[in-house]
């Protein structure tokens, strides 16, 4: 969470892997579309399916097994990591939208028959998620919002076992989809890798892009992906942020502050925007595939500028006096631009708090709430333009209020968390009306 004025405590997702309950039992035939199904793409496995009263690792709809192949590519041998062939066939895993339960403007997604999912990131049209089934197997997935088939499923293996080889990271944006794999043998064998495929191909994907054992062993473990049509940036938490777009590391900005945390980094396109501590924090610029960063942004002496985000349209930050959280919050934009000397500045309103920030549709969208761990939370929306300001209540007072998965002129999706996975929440921000 981003320091502020005022701070907001938020309590995480209550995720809770649940299992799954038996489905009824029944004379099908079909194969078996569980954790059992063979790795090539010819054999039919031969176990019983969910129908016949078996318990597999994700119950599906019986339209016949999904048929993995290893993507392990240069991955140690105790990686497990595959790809299923036919992820259309994973009914399980479409993404079911309806209207919340007795409130309007308002849609939420179904949980999903045996895996608890979370939701690493959605582009408007596709969401990536994951999870882990009854039999501790993590699992990825890229399916369409509008409930149709998944474009692409993976599944690796356990965060919980040594030798360590786990889905840890992963990220969609730009039309495209990435994730991430950290392993170890637990003595001297440590690495990262990266996985990064056009949407579209995300059911093709063979072999990482990235499989690296030194770099990262150096510089720290990657938190965070952050993906465009043009870059694929892990964020390290020293305050470090590497662009392996290209299949190499690529230090974008090695801070000798580091930033506050993995939230000060946006990306559009190929521009990183993010944030530098220090007397006093400003605003830096990097470019995919090119080392180092540069200063952006400075806010007027005596002033702090933080939590940078665009949409590639507009930039937006915070100003404050250094060092007072107690001083006026200002909020400040300007046009998408990466060279100082073209930063156009326009103070658009003071705030009273913030808290996990987004640009998007000419808005600053954040989330609030009434200083409790519990809520309830809302949706602060300013326009960019005058600063006039629009409230959301979210349906639940307990919820995953930690981040905004997407915004657009007419849809804002988050996640909620709830006992039975954490769900998607979608609001149209057009029909909320504007504070007096």
């Not at 849609?107 to 969401?127: H, I, K, Q, R």
């Not at 509008?146 to 080889?165: F, K, W």
């Not at 930050?317 to 919050?329: A, E, I, N, R, V």
Request: net charge negative; proline share 8%; aromatic share 8%.
């Amino acid at each position: 969470m981003r320091g502020g004025r005022t701070r907001i405590v938020i309590v995480a997702a209550l995720s809770a892997w649940l299992s799954c309950t038996a489905p009824p039992v029944g004379d099908d035939v079909s194969p078996d579309a569980g954790g059992n199904d063979v790795r090539d793409a010819t054999s039919a496995d031969a176990e019983p399916d969910a129908r016949d009263g078996a318990q597999p690792d994700v119950y599906f709809d019986d339209a016949g097994p999904p048929e993995w192949v290893s993507i392990r590519g240069s991955l140690p041998d105790f990686c497990v990591l595959d790809r299923a062939m036919h992820p259309e066939r994973l009914n399980d895993l479409r993404v079911r939208m309806s209207p919340c339960d007795a409130r309007d403007n308002c849609l939420e997604s179904a949980p999903m028959p045996g895996l608890t999912e979370g939701w690493l990131g959605v582009d408007g049209t596709y969401a990536l998620g994951t999870g882990r089934a009854s039999d501790g197997t993590q699992w990825m997935f890229v399916s369409p919002l509008d409930g149709g088939p998944p474009l692409a499923a993976y599944r690796g293996g356990r965060d919980d076992s040594s030798p360590y080889c786990a889905l840890v990271l992963g990220a969609v944006g730009g039309g495209r989809a990435a994730f991430g794999v950290k392993y170890t043998d637990g003595a001297s064998l440590y690495g990262v890798a990266f996985y990064l495929a056009s949407i579209i191909d995300a059911a093709t994907i063979t072999a990482p892009v990235l499989d690296d054992r030194t770099h990262f062993s150096v510089h720290g473990s990657p938190q965070a992906l952050y993906v465009s049509d043009a870059a694929l940036i892990a964020w390290i938490s020293s305050g470090y942020y590497v662009d392996v777009s290209s299949g190499a590391p690529i230090a974008v900005y090695d801070a000798a502050m580091p930033s506050a945390s993995e939230e000060s980094v946006s990306v559009a396109g190929g521009a990183i925007l993010f944030q530098v501590d220090g007397p006093a924090a400003y605003l830096g610029v990097g470019q995919a595939g090119v080392l180092g960063g540069s200063a952006l942004y400075h806010a007027s002496a005596g002033n702090d500028a933080r939590a940078p985000r665009t949409d590639g349209t507009d930039i937006a930050w915070l100003q404050f006096p250094t060092g007072d959280p107690t001083g006026t919050l200002e909020l400040w934009t300007a046009p998408f631009v990466t060279d100082a000397a073209a930063m156009v500045v326009r103070h658009v309103r003071d705030l009273d708090a913030w808290t996990h920030p987004e640009v998007g549709a000419g808005m600053w969208v954040e989330i609030a709430g009434d200083g409790t761990p519990t809520g309830p939370h809302h949706y602060e929306l300013y326009d960019l333009t005058d600063g006039r300001a629009r409230r959301y209540d979210m349906p639940d007072s307990i919820v995953d209020a930690q981040r905004t998965l997407f915004v657009a002129s007419d849809r804002i999706i988050y996640p909620h968390g709830t006992l039975d996975g954490e769900r998607l929440v979608q609001f149209d921000p057009r029909v909320v009306p504007y504070t007096p």
